[in-house]
């Protein structure tokens, strides 16, 4: 059974940084590529990046780039997110997900003094 | 960027009875490799979401038969035959041909 469970999340300060894990199981981790995908309170999805499977290839949401970071490390089955100089507006749910197909339940990020 | 706009942004259904979702994209999500990049996720109240349909209209591992898309350059739609309680949430259409990937605003499905 494919698994994503995402971990990291909390309250942080407006400009602070956090580091957010997706740890991936039942599927060979490192054939797909991943996303993380972002949902602010009541509000609709938003995608945020993209790595591909070996991890050669990353891509950012322009309202993300330069201060988030997307890893993986495949020894590990693992995802990585991190997020630097973080805004109020930032404030949602992360979700990690295996291509299209497979979404974690997703961790809360809270940017607030 | 590549827009995608749904319609209608909210729907209340007679359970057993049909709905359609409409999606439209700024540019066409038809790939090189001759496949069409457009999904449509389920989001139920509390949970994350839930891929329906890949590529237009592949039914996503045990989904049911009830969710059909169709669709192809720049407009596409999304059917369920017969609406039941358990389809109620938020639907989304999301362009997955090019970066960044961009999403429908969501469609709110409610049972009468």
């Known amino acids: 059974e494919v698994q994503l469970v995402e971990s990291g999340g909390g309250l942080v300060q407006p400009g602070g940084s956090l580091r957010l894990s997706c740890a991936a199981s039942?599927?060979?981790?490192?054939?797909?590529?991943m996303n993380w995908v972002r949902q602010a309170p009541g509000k609709g999805l938003e995608w945020v990046s993209y790595?591909?499977?070996?991890?050669?290839?990353?891509y950012y949401a322009d309202s993300v780039r330069g201060r988030f970071t997307i890893s993986r490390d495949n020894a590990k089955n693992s995802l990585y997110l991190q997020m630097n100089s973080l805004r109020a507006e930032e404030t949602a749910v992360y979700y990690c997900?295996?291509?299209?197909?497979?979404w974690g339940q997703g961790t809360l990020v809270t940017v607030s003094s | 960027d590549i827009v995608m706009t749904q319609t209608p942004l909210s729907l209340s259904v007679t359970p057993g009875q049909p709905a359609s979702i409409s999606c439209k994209s700024s540019q066409s999500l038809l790939h090189t490799d001759g496949k069409t990049y457009l999904c449509w996720f389920l989001q139920k109240p509390g949970q994350p979401p839930q891929l329906l349909i890949h590529e237009v209209s592949n039914r996503f591992s045990g989904v049911s038969d009830r969710f059909s898309g169709s669709g192809s350059g720049t407009d596409f739609t999304l059917k369920i035959s017969r609406v039941e309680a358990e389809d109620v949430g938020v639907y989304y259409c999301?362009?997955?041909?090019?970066?960044?990937?961009?999403f429908g605003q969501g469609t709110q499905v409610e049972i009468k």
């Open positions: 790595i591909s499977a070996s991890g050669s290839a990353v």
């Open positions: 039942g599927f060979m981790f490192s054939n797909f590529s």
């Open positions: 997900a295996r291509g299209t197909s497979y």
């Open positions: 999301m362009q997955n041909i090019q970066v960044p990937r961009t």
